[in-house]
Each structure stands twice: as C-alpha cells, then as structure tokens.
C-alpha cells in the first residue's frame, strides 16, 4: 500500500511539473515576442540598451502569458525572465537593407513537490524554458543620379 501512493503522489507530481513547463515556454514565447515587438518603438541601438529597455515588456507579457502563475514581475523567490538581443549585420538587396535582431527569453521557477516529498524522492529543483523571435527592420535607400 505505501508503495501505491508513492507511485500515485509522483505521478501526480510529474503532471505538475508537465503543466508548469507548457506555462512556462507560453512564458519564454510572450517574453521573447514583446521584446522583438517592441523593438522599433524602444529606439535603442545596442544590444544592451535593447535588453534594458525591453525587459519590463517581457517580464509583464510572461507573467500576462501564465495569468501571474510565477510571479515574474514582482520579482516572486526563484524566478526569473532573462532576455538577450543579438543584432545581426544589415544586408541591402535591390535597395533595401533589412536588419534583424534576434531577442532569446529564458525564464525559470522553482519546481514544487507536493507528494513526493512525502515519499522522500528529495525531487525538488527548478523548471526553466527558452525562445527566440526575430524583429526585421526593412530600410529603403534612394539614390539620387542616373
């Protein structure tokens, strides 16, 4: 019988640990596409200054993503949404030159354990997830002349 509910408080445990990872991807993807929708208005030229004036948008479209499950915004114990820009080299066809920056999410919580901890399992530790999105800026050059 204790066998029994080991085995049934893991599996319950495991389910969690299953739902909260598809929140938190939901968490990485919102995270990373506001970062890169917000690119243009932002007005930053550096990838540092991209990462700091676009962090609040990611963080608020997280927590938006997972209806505040994990508290990123607040600054919740053990969370945490890390954002990274890379600007690739603009590259002109036919008059037009498109840049694109590329913007990686990372997000991570605790993973809590209900009844496995009972069981002694020890399973605690922390969930994380990354995306990536891409923000192309499209530049039209005219030239003057024959």
């Not at 890169?36 to 479209?61: C, H």
Request: positive net charge.
């Amino acid at each position: 019988m204790p066998m029994l509910l080991a085995v049934t408080g893991l599996s319950v445990d495991v389910g969690y640990w299953y739902q909260n990872q598809t929140a938190l991807q939901s968490a990485a993807d919102a995270g990373a596409m506001a970062a890169a929708m917000n690119d243009a208005r932002l007005g930053q030229t550096t990838d540092d200054t991209k990462v700091s004036a676009a962090l609040p948008y990611a963080k608020a479209m997280a927590d938006a993503a997972t209806s505040q499950q994990f508290g990123f915004v607040s600054g919740a114990p053990g969370t945490s949404v890390t954002l990274t820009a890379n600007t690739g080299t603009a590259q002109t066809v036919n008059s037009k030159s498109v840049a694109t920056t590329t913007y990686t999410a990372t997000v991570s919580a605790p993973r809590p354990v209900f009844f496995s901890a009972v069981g002694g399992a020890g399973l605690q530790g922390f969930l994380g997830r990354h995306a990536k999105r891409q923000r192309h800026r499209l530049h039209r050059y005219h030239h003057i002349g024959h």
